[in-house]
């Protein structure tokens, strides 16, 4: 598994749960490439890695993509943390990430004045740096919500503590049922 992995099923959850976007063009690799960033190349690879351990599958009457949702929140609450750890670095200009992003706000208190963010020269928000899963998240959380919802709760599972993760988690759990 490799970090794009993660970015890409969250963004296939998304497309599931967007009637607007149950077209095929949205699922094809040139769609998929528009909406995460992801090179052509790297999605198709991707898409190889995350069918050949279970995580995708084809539908069998639609013929689109598929997340195994049970299978990703499983990695997504117990393993992200220690596969794509994360750190708050430098002071930076960026997007809000975690539980400071616009549609988690209030979930949890921060303890610091500073809230994380990912790095973006296009933001106006101040904070400390945490580098994202992959480096299109935050072009990529900018045009589409439920993504980016699910992006920050994954930055806080990697970032939080046992108590900040498991909130995290439950929060995922009840987007994925959606």
């Known amino acids: 598994m490799k970090s794009?992995?993660?970015l890409l099923l969250l963004k296939l959850v998304s497309l599931e749960q967007s009637p607007?976007?149950?077209s095929k063009e949205h699922y094809s690799v040139r769609g998929l490439e528009a909406s995460t960033g992801i090179s052509k190349s790297e999605l198709?690879?991707?898409l190889n890695r995350c069918v050949?351990?279970?995580l995708v599958a084809r539908h069998h009457r639609t013929d689109l993509l598929q997340v195994n949702r049970r299978a990703l929140l499983g990695l997504l609450r117990e393993g992200v943390k220690y596969v794509f750890p994360a750190s708050l670095g430098a002071v930076v200009r960026g997007m809000p990430t975690a539980?400071?992003?616009?549609?988690?706000?209030g979930k949890v208190m921060s303890a610091g004045d500073l809230i994380p963010v990912w790095p973006h020269a296009q933001s106006s928000q101040m904070g400390q740096g945490v580098k994202p899963l992959h480096k299109s998240v935050p072009e990529a959380a900018s045009k589409d919500a439920n993504l980016y919802?699910?992006?920050a709760l994954v930055d806080a599972i990697r970032l939080g503590n046992a108590r900040e993760a498991a909130v995290a988690a439950g929060l995922l759990e009840e987007i994925f049922a959606q």
């Open 149 to 151: 919802d699910m992006l």
């Open 52 to 54: 050949e351990v279970g």
């Open 44 to 46: 198709s690879h991707a």
């Open 99 to 105: 539980f400071a992003a616009p549609g988690l706000q």
């Open 20 to 22: 607007s976007a149950a």
């Open 4 to 6: 794009k992995d993660i």
